[in-house]
């Protein structure tokens, strides 16, 4: 029997069992429909993959990490084109006011990967289809005021969101909204002057294999709402991933000899991150501001910068990230917003090497360390952006928005993208698609990129056609920068190059429809 049949039978058994410890005063059935097709233009590799940067004789002796990129800003390499789908199906009991259980599944697909039939010879697949991609997305027991208390208990599978979501959210906005939920406990207490939260989230599970290998996410969210109009937040997260990484695995004295030379264990990892936030309105005027400082152990992240077997077990998370916009209201037809912002995500890119460096590949490598995003629902670009990964990077946009009608806004914002530690590449001579290095098996002969990542403009169009039906058009142009034709680590939190093959612009378009019940 498929997964999801026996999922909806043991639905079926509780709803029918419930009767037995408890009455339900009321039972809600909801859920989502979601259609996005997307078109992104000169922006991948035409290999469809990720790419090496460089022969690995030009950077001998440098600890790149993963040293690879997928872009290609060639108008000439493959578009990616795809159409998502995202099914939603959520049940809500009530027992009493105060407990309730809610469970949802959904199912995220591209259209075109679970057609069960050839058209060449016309065979019918569906009885062979294994690929069940329907999950059990959220699925919790909530109790509220506890104890005569505003306190709230939240166990089980939850979205978490906390903000802006800037670094933790649902992850639903722009293309690849595939939802983000997490194996929670959560507590609130909430007043009409404050609120906190704190939640504990188990993000893998070793089991037997390791000790103490899991990774767990931790955080304690306060919110103070006091003032009118304004909302005042503090917080602290902690992911600890305590997977074992080491650059050997000997007996003692073979570790000990190994250790001496260098070789190591790497500690847990542990990433602190503290942040504020304020987010409010005066008159026509709004504002919202968040920084936050990351710290710890980043052992994950130094195993991988290694020098011929070593990595830098002494790598540390030591970075600033803050995003500020300010906006303004018009009292007029079509009420104009307009509004500016900046972005700073901390990075730093120590992957040049100098000629002792390259001469003495004893030398202890030094990782490359950026501001990690967490699980941020912010999408800054549907070209750099996709997976909410930017970092390295300062960004500058400004924008307005209009109603010219009750049920439609447009919005058009203008950004530039800069890299904040740009990388130090070999020299080369370029022919096309032909690179020849100036000094083969010299990596300590480097220049610095550009830093320019680029300019882009967007244009949004939101259509309500009732309260449950929306439709999106999306609109960007990318005006491609030095900085990604050269490369900077900007990529998946810093790790992965934005390196073209070219610097052809890049477009990008998106239509969606989304209904609600």
Known sequence: MKWWKACMLAVLAFALAAPAFAELQNVQVGGELRIRYNYIGSN?????????????????????????????????????????????????????????????????????EDFRSNYVTGADFRQNDANDDVSVYQAYIQAKNMWGTPLQLRVGRQELAFGSQWLVGTKDFGPNFVG???DALRLTYATDMFSVDAFAAKLAEAGLAEEDGDTDFY????????????????????????AAYSDSDQDWFSEAIQDWFGVDDYDPTNLNTVGLRANGTWNAFD??????????????????????????????????GGTVEAGYTFDMAWTPRVFLGADYIGGEDNRDLSWFQWWWPFDKPQSSISFNRLFSNQMYSGFLDLNNDLSNVWIARGGATVHPLESVSVTGIVSHFEALDPFDAPYFWKFGNFIVPLFP????????????????????????YTEDLSFVVHYAHLFVGDG?????????????????????????????TRLRF
């Not at 469809?48 to 390499?77: C, E, Q």
């Not at 003032?227 to 600890?240: H, I, P």
């Not at 939190?493 to 052809?504: E, F, I, R, Y």
């Open 44 to 112: 991948y590799d035409s290999t469809n993959g990720i790419r090496p940067l460089y022969p690995p004789a030009w950077i001998a002796g440098r600890p790149m990490g993963i040293a690879a990129a997928i872009y290609g800003w060639d108008k000439d390499s493959n578009a990616s084109k795809f159409t998502e789908m995202r099914t939603r199906l959520n049940v809500k009991a009530d027992f009493t006011d105060e407990v309730c259980a809610y469970v949802e599944f959904d199912s995220y697909d591209i259209w075109g």
């Open 180 to 182: 983000q939920s997490f």
């Open 219 to 242: 955080g304690v969210y306060a919110s103070c709402t006091a003032v009118e109009n304004w909302t005042f937040d503090a917080y602290y997260f902690l992911l600890r991933d305590a």
């Open 287 to 320: 504002f919202n501001a968040e920084a936050a400082y990351q710290f710890g152990d980043a052992g994950r992240i130094g195993s991988m910068f290694r020098n011929l077997v070593v990595g830098d077990e002494d790598a540390e998370f030591d970075n600033w």
């Open 441 to 464: 098996n010299r990596s300590y002969a480097a220049e610095e990129n550009s830093s320019d990542l680029g300019w882009q403009v967007d244009l949004i169009t939101s259509y309500n």
């Open 484 to 512: 990604l034709t050269d490369g900077a680590y900007s990529a998946y939190n810093g790790l992965v190059s934005t390196q073209g093959t070219d610097n052809d612009d890049s477009d990008y378009i998106a239509f969606e």
